[in-house]
């Protein structure tokens, strides 16, 4: 099946510095990733939708500035946390839209996720 | 998308058959049920999808009443590892890349032993 890698698993960072975390599609191509964000005994909420070789789309309320995502290839989206604060800290998730023929459907996979803790 | 409704948790015994609801009276014809799970501190978890017609998989399966306005994911024999947050998402089916999952508040589900 579909596989997403999404690296690191977690990360603790110093407030003021920025945050980089990866998220590959190993064994398909995906022209769009989604970013969500996670916190405590919350659900997820989608941060921005990341489309390869253009600029992302980003929720009402989310700060493109601060939260940074490149799409430059078919199987890599970065989201970059920059001048991460302790209100950062939070779970956060890549989605790749999966066609058909995998999952049996129009399934999305899910990347394992990154602990950011800003301290 | 439609607007789904979840128990906020249910408890299930190791070996029994987990039966979670979801109701989504304002679901459109050419909306899909969709099931997810989330174990704690992961990524969520494919489970099953359908747009009418009941289905089934090594997983578990999905029954959809006939008027499409609530589903039940089944788990035939629980297990501690089904401990998860369990959502159910509708959306429309286009087929394209672009379209995003909206998660609810799902339904935590615990197997106990």
């Known amino acids: 099946g579909a596989v997403v890698s999404q690296h690191p698993s977690w990360v603790i960072c110093k407030s003021g510095t920025s945050v980089k975390i990866e998220c590959r599609s190993l064994d398909f191509q995906a022209t769009t990733m989604f970013w969500y964000r996670q916190f405590p005994k919350q659900s997820l909420m989608l941060m921005a939708t990341?489309?390869?070789?253009?600029?992302?789309?980003?929720e009402q309320g989310v700060e493109k500035d601060k939260f940074l995502i490149n799409h430059a290839s078919l199987t890599l989206s970065t989201l970059t946390v920059t001048s991460a604060h302790p209100e950062d800290s939070s779970f956060y998730i890549c989605s790749v839209h999966v066609s058909k023929g995998r999952d049996g459907g129009y399934g999305y996979t899910f990347g394992s996720g990154t602990r950011l803790t800003v301290v | 998308d439609a607007k789904t409704t979840q128990p906020t948790s249910m408890d299930c015994a190791e070996g029994r058959a987990a039966n979670l609801p979801c109701n989504h009276s304002?679901?459109?014809?050419?909306?899909?049920v969709y099931w997810y799970r989330q174990i704690h501190s992961q990524g969520p978890q494919y489970i099953i999808h359908g747009l009418k017609n009941n289905e089934t998989n090594e997983m578990a399966s999905l029954i959809i009443t006939e008027d499409r306005k609530s589903s039940t994911l089944i788990l035939p024999h629980a297990t501690l590892r089904d401990t998860a947050v369990y959502y159910c998402i509708v959306r429309y089916n286009s087929g394209g890349s672009n379209y995003k999952l909206t998660f609810g508040k799902g339904t935590l589900l615990t197997v106990n032993p």
């Open positions: 304002t679901i459109s014809g050419n909306e899909y």
């Open positions: 990341s489309n390869e070789g253009s600029k992302a789309t980003y």
